[in-house]
């Protein structure tokens, strides 16, 4: 008789134990239903695309100049929103800029393979534009050059929390030259 007793004792704290279990992982889902998918803090990406280098105004009119470029990127969100960021752009070509100065003569700035990183902080409104903002230095053999950097990227949320993203963005190199980029990519979130 206490053997039939005991069993029956354990096995009505074996079905209520399954039922917590079963009523955690419901709770959960709902919770994790309400609030969406998983919240990735970490972002990093790569991006191709080509720099178009601003060569001042000639007696021929304005003139760009087309350099390849990639870019490396690095964002950490702070909420689903706000972000900041470190954003590398890697000129694959050496060129030289060439502006007309005041006194009318062409000055002529070379850069050997520059590297742009940038802190950039970044706005992310709604689904698929971020918006971004940040300083940084331009590096080359010649001689470093402050900047600040402006980009607006819009994104395609991919499985397994990988993006494809396309962005255009501006940079302002003080006393030298300004450069616009359009580039596409992917990233990873984690």
């Not at 209520?16 to 919770?31: F, G, V």
């Not at 178009?52 to 969100?77: A, D, F, R, T």
């Not at 940084?136 to 494809?164: C, H, M, Q, T, W």
């Amino acid at each position: 008789m206490k053997n039939i007793l005991l069993f029956l004792i354990l096995l009505q704290l074996a079905t209520y134990t399954s039922y917590a279990q079963e009523h955690e992982t419901e709770h959960a889902t709902e919770l994790e239903h309400e609030e969406g998918e998983h919240f990735h803090r970490h972002q990093i990406g790569a991006m191709i695309g080509h720099a178009h280098i601003y060569q001042g105004s000639h007696s021929e009119g304005k003139k760009w100049l087309v350099v390849p470029m990639v870019s490396l990127n690095y964002n950490y969100w702070i909420n689903k929103t706000w972000g900041i960021g470190l954003h590398t752009d890697f000129i694959l070509e050496t060129y030289e800029v060439h502006e007309e100065g005041e006194d009318g003569e062409i000055e002529i700035l070379e850069r050997e393979l520059p590297i742009a990183p940038a802190l950039m902080a970044a706005y992310k409104p709604g689904e698929h534009f971020t918006f971004m903002l940040g300083v940084g230095e331009e590096f080359a053999k010649e001689e470093d050059l402050f900047l600040i950097r402006g980009e607006v990227e819009y994104s395609l949320e991919l499985p397994n929390a990988f993006e494809l993203g396309a962005a255009v963005g501006y940079d302002v190199r003080f006393d030298a030259y300004d450069s616009w980029v359009l580039a596409v990519g992917v990233s990873k979130m984690f």
